[in-house]
């Protein structure tokens, strides 16, 4: 059922780790640990086992961005299966809120909803309809969804052969929420032209055309949007609900009533405190909620009124698509057990995923003391990390530093006893508090991976690349010291990443390196997400050399051609300088043949002490097993991305490939406002975007260079290695494609020399 495609096949200690991994599954272990070094090859051990244990998967990741790198490879890998992507609008915008002390209420964004909800449905349809499912998704998979009962009652399926009136089928859809057009068809509108019936669904990015014959339906063809050519052929339909929240005629007016009777019922306890204003406020907005749940049967944030749509008790938990994965198991694989999770980064996913039930209820509360939301709207939560341990049967824990809950997770789960230096973390891999205060005295993680038996590791890359070298440096003249570093990187056309403990550090050490004639750009949390992407893009194609940092410089960070990492304020203790930290940070170096890291810091602290002596011992085997082997490191070889077409990807969606109906996702991509209108407001370099229409102009060239032109003509061009810089400019800027660039620059070096001539 899961068939892997892929050109090359394990390498290094990769083979091992999997068949570990595989006999635990296989034996009923319910959490177990894999540990890869950055560059392991982590997604294609992955791969290797869902296809091994043939399980529906879902792979968990921190952040949007590393979910869409694993959806993208998880695709390439798994062509003949069902890989899905599966996200909310709380992973790009900022949900309703309200801040009591600003007076201020924060609407909840639409703008990408529509894409965001069709990768939805295609995610849930797929996991009521096919048993091939792997979904790769943020922590937004423990949010509240229907129950799969709702989807897998409310559908319609159709067959070729099937003798069925079109206009009962229409009034069905017109049932499924589907709305009746005689004109343009849009997604989740419903067309009849005499004996033509056209489709199409929220989750896909082509409709559905059926047509019908003296015998019933003839024939079900998947079609392109605007020519209606033909694209594939279907013997059965299977159609979902134009909405997500579902329910029937008599659930449905239900609900109405007893979001009815709770307003009342709040309202009258709000002004027995007085508080008039705020009863008024959510009288008027639940209402005019109610009028449209009326008049169209939903609202704007109907979700918030999920536990009575449901039917659920106070403090019930929502479902999630965890329910979905086990109806799935159910229903195709022999129990509601038979399905596993894999968590990508661990050591930040999981007390993520612990940490968003009481953010969710922080951000409730104020919306329900202050009348903008019913105290239902608290159910409409997220999972706790309890309930989220019990529902998930078996789990992989993925990291190149496992967190202290996972490595305590696996010693409760096989019988181990706990080590004392994991006696203070939670157990239960967080649902189970602790009674014991964390130690003066700490363990080093790679102590405690000493203690525990059973964990998986992939410490040989498949590239025979070794860990870097690593220096450490006074902080002395370290930005200087820097400077001279970055140039023979840039020299050998390779990227730097700095690496920092604040936000204004960051952007002063950026400006100054600009100011040096370094092309460099600050990168930290005040920075758009797409912003992020388009800068990291930017320093792979040698747009930027060099970015500096702070903590966004970590995890998942897959730059083959950054050959250097310096980290400044090494031997500071805390969150950004442990030996977790360290060791993700030093990480970022190992996809090059040429990779090194530099610690400056007046002192070696315990953290810097481990994080080295990790590395060192990881180099050293790596090392080995080349000799025996015969194997030359090789820098990774990676496609080098498009500027601003991760923009697009990420507001119209990626035509991926899928069997039985081609292209999925959104058709359009957006117009020439959605793309601009983002690219406008980058910062890029340490000085700022222009505002031309090509994406790629939208990188600022370091103000040295207009500085060296000026010099040279007043100084008779007489100054070779401002010339050499020069050159260097033009060769890079035509090695990334910038030939309007390379040419210009080319022009007027030609034109300089010749002047001096």
């Known amino acids: 059922m899961f068939k892997l495609h892929a050109e090359?096949?394990?390498?290094?200690?990769?083979?091992?780790?999997?068949?570990?991994?595989?006999?635990?599954?296989?034996?009923?272990?319910?959490?177990?640990?894999?540990?890869?070094?950055?560059?392991?090859?982590?997604?294609?051990?992955?791969?290797?086992?869902?296809?091994?244990?043939?399980?529906?998967?879902?792979?968990?990741?921190?952040?949007?961005?590393?979910?869409?790198?694993?959806?993208?490879e998880m695709s390439s890998l798994f062509p003949e299966n069902s890989v899905e992507y599966f996200v909310s609008y709380y992973d790009y915008y900022q949900p309703e809120a309200y801040i009591p002390g600003r007076d201020l209420y924060i609407d909840k964004e639409l703008q990408l909803n529509e894409r965001i909800e069709q990768e939805r449905f295609s995610t849930v349809a797929s996991l009521v309809s096919r048993p091939d499912v792997i979904t790769v998704g943020t922590v937004s998979t423990i949010y509240g969804l229907n129950p799969p009962e709702v989807f897998q009652q409310n559908h319609l399926r159709l067959h070729v052969g099937q003798k069925a009136d079109p206009q009962e089928i229409v009034r069905e859809l017109v049932g499924l929420q589907y709305r009746r057009t005689a004109g343009e068809i849009v997604r989740g509108d419903v067309r009849l032209r005499g004996e033509v019936l056209d489709v199409w669904m929220p989750s896909r990015d082509d409709p559905i055309r059926i047509r019908f014959g003296w015998e019933g339906i003839e024939g079900i063809h998947v079609c392109e949007a605007v020519s209606w050519e033909q694209l594939d052929e279907f013997e059965e339909a299977w159609i979902h609900p134009r909405?997500?929240?579902?329910?029937?005629?008599?659930?449905?007016?239900?609900?109405?009533e007893d979001i009815e009777g709770e307003l009342d019922s709040r309202i009258d306890w709000l002004e027995s405190k007085g508080k008039g204003i705020e009863a008024h406020r959510l009288e008027q907005r639940t209402r005019f909620d109610l009028e449209m749940l009326n008049e169209v049967g939903s609202c704007k944030?109907?979700?918030?009124?999920?536990?009575?749509?449901?039917?659920?008790?106070?403090?019930?938990?929502?479902?999630?698509?965890?329910?979905?994965?086990?109806?799935?198991?159910?229903?195709?694989?022999?129990?509601?057990?038979?399905?596993?999770?894999?968590?990508?980064?661990?050591?930040?996913?999981?007390?993520?995923?612990?940490?968003?039930?009481?953010?969710?209820f922080s951000r409730k509360k104020n919306l329900v003391d202050h009348g903008f939301r019913l105290p239902s709207a608290y159910d409409n939560r997220p999972l706790r990390v309890d309930e989220?341990?019990?529902?998930?049967?078996?789990?992989?824990?993925?990291?190149?530093?496992?967190?202290?809950?996972?490595?305590?997770?696996?010693?409760?789960?096989?019988?181990?006893?706990?080590?004392?230096?994991?006696?203070?973390?939670?157990?239960?891999?967080?649902?189970?508090?602790?009674?014991?205060?964390?130690?003066?005295?700490s363990h080093s993680m790679?102590?405690?991976?000493?203690?525990?038996?059973?964990?998986?590791?992939?410490?040989?890359?498949?590239?025979?690349?070794?860990?870097?070298?690593?220096?450490?440096?006074?902080?002395?003249?370290?930005?200087?010291?820097?400077?001279?570093?970055?140039?023979?990187?840039?020299?050998?056309?390779?990227?730097?990443?700095?690496?920092?403990?604040?936000?204004k550090f960051a952007e002063e050490v950026a400006e100054y390196l600009e100011r040096m004639g370094v092309k460099a750009h600050y990168l930290h949390s005040e920075i758009d997400t797409l912003e992020r992407t388009e800068i990291i893009k930017a320093l792979r194609i040698g747009l930027i050399d060099v970015i500096v940092g702070i903590n966004l410089l970590r995890e998942g960070l897959d730059i083959p051609e950054v050959s250097l990492v310096a980290i400044f304020d090494a031997d500071k203790q805390g969150f950004l300088r442990n030996e977790r930290s360290l060791l993700q940070t030093i990480g970022r170096a190992s996809r090059n043949s040429n990779g090194s890291v530099i610690l400056y810091g007046d002192s070696v602290s315990p953290a810097m002490e481990a994080a080295i002596s990790q590395t060192v011992r990881r180099r050293r085997m790596q090392s080995n097993h080349n000799e025996q082997n015969g194997i030359l490191p090789k820098t990774i070889q990676k496609a080098l991305p498009v500027m601003g077409a991760?923009?697009?990807?990420?507001?119209?969606?990626?035509?991926?490939?899928?069997?039985?109906?081609?292209?999925?996702?959104?058709?359009?991509?957006?117009?020439?406002?959605?793309?601009?209108g983002l690219a406008q407001r980058f910062r890029l370099g340490a000085g700022v975007w222009n505002t031309s229409d090509s994406v790629l102009d939208n990188i600022s060239q370091p103000e040295w260079v207009e500085d060296a032109f000026e010099t040279l003509e007043e100084d008779g061009g007489e100054d070779a290695e401002l010339v050499s810089r020069l050159e260097q400019e033009m060769r890079q800027a035509a090695d990334r494609?910038?030939?309007?660039?390379?040419?210009?620059?080319?022009?007027?070096?030609?034109?300089?020399?010749?002047?001096?001539?």
């Open 8 to 72: 090359y096949n394990s390498a290094g200690d990769q083979e091992q780790a999997i068949d570990k991994l595989v006999e635990q599954l296989e034996g009923g272990q319910e959490r177990c640990v894999l540990l890869g070094v950055t560059g392991s090859g982590k997604t294609f051990a992955m791969a290797k086992v869902i296809e091994r244990v043939q399980l529906p998967t879902l792979v968990l990741s921190h952040n949007k961005t590393l979910a869409r790198q694993i959806w993208q």
């Open 243 to 256: 909405e997500f929240y579902m329910t029937s005629e008599e659930r449905f007016n239900q609900a109405l």
């Open 646 to 676: 991760e923009i697009e990807d990420l507001l119209s969606g990626v035509a991926g490939s899928a069997i039985g109906g081609g292209r999925r996702m959104v058709a359009k991509p957006p117009g020439k406002k959605g793309l601009e």
């Open 446 to 503: 790679e102590e405690m991976l000493g203690r525990i038996e059973g964990i998986s590791r992939m410490e040989i890359r498949p590239t025979g690349l070794l860990d870097p070298k690593i220096e450490v440096r006074p902080t002395d003249g370290q930005v200087q010291d820097l400077l001279s570093e970055i140039n023979e990187r840039v020299e050998r056309s390779e990227r730097v990443l700095v690496t920092v403990m604040t936000i």
């Open 737 to 757: 494609l910038d030939f309007e660039r390379a040419a210009s620059l080319r022009d007027r070096i030609f034109k300089l020399q010749n002047a001096t001539n």
């Open 301 to 360: 944030g109907v979700e918030n009124y999920s536990m009575h749509f449901d039917g659920r008790i106070r403090g019930e938990r929502a479902y999630c698509l965890l329910d979905f994965f086990a109806s799935n198991a159910e229903q195709f694989h022999g129990g509601s057990q038979r399905y596993l999770v894999i968590m990508d980064e661990s050591h930040v996913t999981l007390p993520q995923v612990g940490g968003m039930h009481g953010g969710d």
């Open 388 to 441: 989220f341990q019990d529902l998930v049967p078996q789990m992989i824990y993925v990291s190149a530093t496992p967190g202290e809950r996972e490595l305590r997770h696996l010693a409760e789960v096989t019988g181990q006893d706990v080590p004392i230096g994991l006696m203070h973390v939670d157990g239960g891999g967080g649902s189970r508090k602790s009674q014991l205060s964390k130690p003066k005295e």
